[in-house]
């Protein structure tokens, strides 16, 4: 797999300054139209909400389960209540965003069809990132140990992770088309947080750690 940009995606942002934000946040920040309304679902501490808000004037709300996740958001100015996804999602209107945003949170939704289908519901455009379960360092535990694997992005012990529905690249593009999205834009990242591609074939799901999906209803 030829690799895009050989500089981490963490080094600057789309102006040139250095990122503060996560990379994979970052990633999602450019993909962002300025002045968009936009839904960030599970935003925890508001990094990305943050950034849109002061850098590409964003009318952004947000939904975070966590009580200290919204206290934090409230206390730099974002818009953010508690909320749950999985049962809140359904009380907005279609339509309601230009773009509605769900970072690496869709394998621990109980219902991730469901959520995903809300998703492009009351969004123009649905951004969705993900771990992927189809890396080769991941397989490559399985083969050799035998056991669930443990990596830096899925850090937990089979027991105590809040993930229940892992998926590769391959399994969530077979999603969409079961669900009729449509995949405007893919970023394969490595483990290095490098795009190093585009595309989201058979490749992407063995070489890449992560993926950022730009999605639309057909």
């Known amino acids: 797999m030829t690799v895009l940009d050989d500089r981490p995606a963490s080094a ?9 934000i996560r990379i994979d946040l970052r990633l999602v920040a450019d993909m962002v139209e300025p002045g968009s309304r936009l839904l960030d679902i599970g935003c925890g501490d508001g990094q990305l909400l943050y950034h849109l808000t002061h850098e590409k004037n964003v009318d952004g709300r947000g939904i975070e389960l966590s009580m200290d996740g919204v206290h934090r958001c409230v206390k730099q100015g974002l818009s953010v209540i508690q909320g749950d996804a999985e049962t809140d999602l ?9 773009y509605v945003v769900l970072g690496q949170t869709l394998q621990a939704m109980r219902e991730p069809r469901a959520v995903l289908e809300q998703l492009v519901r009351i969004g123009k455009y649905a951004i969705v990132s993900f771990p992927n379960f189809g890396y080769w360092r991941i397989r490559l535990q399985l083969l050799l140990q035998g056991r669930m694997p443990v990596t830096q992005r899925l850090g937990y012990q089979w027991w105590e992770t809040p993930n229940i529905h892992f998926c590769t ?10 669900c009729g999205v449509s995949i405007e834009r893919t970023m394969i990242l490595d483990r290095a947080d490098r795009v190093v591609s585009h595309k989201h074939g058979r490749l992407a799901n063995l ?3 992560q993926a950022v999906f730009l999605l639309k209803r057909r």
């Open 169 to 178: 690249i391959a399994d969530f593009v077979d999603l969409c088309r079961r």
């Open 12 to 20: 600057l942002n789309g102006t040139g300054r250095p990122a503060d």
């Open 90 to 98: 359904k009380d907005y209107p279609s339509g309601a965003f230009d």
């Open 207 to 209: 070489l890449g750690e």
